[in-house]
């Protein structure tokens, strides 16, 4: 019986003079046996923000990689707003709040010792018919140049008012006002409280020297306030 099967064979599709149709036949048999033996992984989609040096380069599985952190930045604006008298404020209905001046001065009586100055006053005076002050000084070396300086409160720096050229020894007036007609040679402001000195720049002793300091009250009840 083996014998008749094998005749059949050679009668069918292996006979000796060949079968075109079963050559063929075999080789995609023999091809589809390789390709799942040796199958490849699937490779995963482009994602070039994956990086993983883990992994080896025959493995293109994107679930191996590390997870990544998204990191978002967010932008917050702040306006800030400047008030007439120089302040930030966050809103602008603050400028109309003016914060309490720290005025207890207690003016520096000794800068004047040892130096060029012979004597610097301050008192009050009328200015054309209007609420005022003189300065007077008088100086042994003549400066480069005065410069009028005030500051409004304890904490603050000293700022410059009013600025000359140097002489040996003059008169300067300032009216007190809000609506100044300009008939001073500088204006304060009522209803304050300054310290007020003078700043000699003694550009022949290459140095700088200050007077005394000096309380100007503005308020009402000052003597430098009077009817008019």
């Given amino acids: 019986m083996e014998k008749g099967i094998l005749n059949n064979l ?3 599709i292996f006979k000796k003079d060949g079968n075109p149709i079963a ?3 075999l080789v995609i048999i023999i091809i589809l046996f390789f390709a799942f033996v040796f199958k490849k992984p699937v490779e995963c989609p482009d994602c070039p923000e994956c990086i993983c040096p883990e992994c080896p ?3 293109m599985d994107c679930s191996l990689c590390p997870e990544k952190t998204k990191t978002e930045i967010e932008t917050i604006t702040i306006t800030t707003y400047i008030c007439p008298d120089k302040r930030e404020v966050d809103n602008p209905d603050e400028c109309e709040h003016k914060p309490e001046l720290d005025t207890d001065f207690e003016p520096i009586l000794t800068n004047e010792k040892d130096t060029s100055i012979i004597n610097v006053k301050v008192n009050p005076a009328y ?3 209007k609420n005022g002050g003189e300065v007077y000084f008088k100086m042994g070396v003549i400066p480069n140049d005065i410069t009028f300086e005030i500051k409004e409160d304890i904490n ?3 700022k410059e008012i009013y ?3 140097g002489l040996f020894e003059k008169y300067k007036y300032f009216e007190i006002c809000d609506e100044c007609t300009g008939g001073a040679d500088f204006n304060l402001e009522k209803n ?3 310290l007020f000195r003078l700043k ?3 550009t022949v002793l290459d140095k700088v020297q200050y007077s005394n300091e000096h309380i100007i009250n503005t308020n009402p009840e000052s003597n430098y306030i009077r009817d008019v």
């Fill in 192 to 194: 304050k409280v300054y």
């Fill in 156 to 158: 603050q720096e000293y």
């Fill in 23 to 25: 050559l063929i036949f």
């Fill in 10 to 12: 050679n009668k069918g």
């Fill in 163 to 165: 600025k000359m050229d």
């Fill in 127 to 129: 200015v054309k018919g």
């Fill in 200 to 202: 000699f720049n003694m």
């Fill in 57 to 59: 380069d025959c493995v």
